[in-house]
């Protein structure tokens, strides 16, 4: 593809920086009755997210209701719990507060709400039928507290279907939410461990839309300047919470690896990552791209060293030459994010059944297959979990 030639559709209102979350309390909403998506856990609450999101509803003359099941990977059942509670309950759009999990749950609820059926109808891959989506989803506000997917800057959503063990993305021109707002505020509440990783969640959005066989000079754009901002501010948010430049920072990073992924794609380090974590649910999705991330970027480091350097420059690496710089300074990274020591072992993830794991990433997501810059065999991928087993 010619890099030059790019298609270009974001018809996302973001709202960034301190203090946007106000907003939502003037603006025009796009309806009268929220459902409101959360976790299940207990930081929107505990934190007060929930109850000021409800309070700027009240002021806006909104109704809603709360739909708080969502697990860290959302399942097909959350799904389709959630979209009967938004008919039931007359619901005409669709708020996901919180992390990439729930906003991710808000996109495919709100094509449940609208469409009947079954939602693995409408997926690609797997077992999938790929069916046309007949009617529109409801209209989408995503208000992200992390900084990882990008969820609320792409069209895209991922869940898991527990019983067949396929986790898989979806998403249309349609999908993209309708008003994203993104607050470092919100952000700040994050621990640690979980901001290193959702920050390289976004780091591989980057990286990998970087690589892609599609990528061309708008997501470039945007890929560089993520990279360029986790490398300068990820480790710093990590190790101090309270850092508000920091913050501010990673939360762009995310949003501009979201635009990524609405003008690029990720490929197959992504795909691998889905079947770990479709088989282990409790795997965080940052954490298993992060433990297979050395061995996956080793594999094309000879294939396109020209890449590797730009990204190994805008890490950081100002002097870098080669594509064993980029590797040095990911791996710098993580350490100095402290998850330099994680293990697949540690999630149950056992060395027997890694063909497998590949399988399934090719089986499930094949599509990013197709979008890396030098063809993956099953071998290949095989080999690459192999490498980052431990």
Request: charged fraction near 25%; hydrophobic fraction near 35%.
């Amino acid at each position: 593809m010619d890099r030059n030639n790019f298609k270009y559709y974001i018809p996302t209102k973001i709202l960034f920086g301190s203090g946007m979350i106000n907003k939502l309390g003037e603006i025009k909403l796009p309806g009268k009755k929220a459902l409101i998506v959360i976790s299940s856990g207990t930081s929107m609450k505990r934190y007060g997210y929930l109850d000021k999101l409800c309070s700027l509803l009240q002021k806006n003359s909104s109704e809603y209701e709360v739909f708080d099941k969502i697990k860290p990977n959302p399942t097909y059942d959350n799904v389709m719990e959630g979209s009967e509670i938004a008919r039931k309950c007359n619901c005409d759009f669709v708020i996901g507060l919180g992390g990439g999990s729930s906003i991710d749950a808000a996109k495919s609820i709100a094509v449940m709400a609208t469409n009947e059926g079954d939602y693995w109808d409408y997926i690609h891959g797997g077992s999938g039928k790929g069916l046309p989506m007949e009617n529109k989803p409801l209209p989408i506000i995503a208000i992200t507290t992390t900084a990882g997917t990008g969820t609320e800057a792409d069209p895209w959503t991922v869940i898991t279907k527990e019983d067949t063990n396929e986790k898989i993305g979806y998403g249309n021109e349609d999908t993209f939410p309708s008003i994203s707002i993104v607050d470092p505020d919100l952000m700040m509440s994050v621990p640690p461990r979980l901001t290193a990783y959702q920050g390289f969640d976004a780091l591989f959005h980057a990286t990998e839309g970087y690589l892609a066989n599609i990528s061309n000079e708008m997501s470039n754009m945007y890929a560089l300047k993520s990279i360029e901002l986790i490398g300068r501010s990820l480790a710093k948010a990590v190790n101090d919470g309270d850092d508000k430049e920091a913050r501010a920072d990673i939360a762009l990073a995310n949003t501009l690896s979201g635009l990524v992924e609405s003008t690029s794609s990720c490929i197959s380090e992504h795909s691998l990552e889905h079947a770990l974590s479709a088989y282990h649910t409790e795997l965080p999705h940052g954490a298993g791209l992060i433990m297979i991330s050395e061995a996956y970027y080793r594999f094309f480091m000879d294939k396109i060293p020209d890449k590797f350097i730009d990204m190994a420059i805008a890490l950081g690496n100002k002097n870098a030459n080669n594509s064993m710089d980029f590797i040095n300074m990911l791996l710098k990274l993580q350490k100095d994010c402290n998850v330099d020591n994680l293990k697949l072992s540690d999630y149950g993830i056992k060395k027997d059944n890694l063909e497998m794991y590949a399988k399934n990433a090719m089986d499930t997501m094949g599509g990013l297959f197709e979008r890396d810059p030098y063809e993956v065999t099953l071998q290949d991928a095989t080999n690459i979990l192999k490498q980052a087993y431990k």
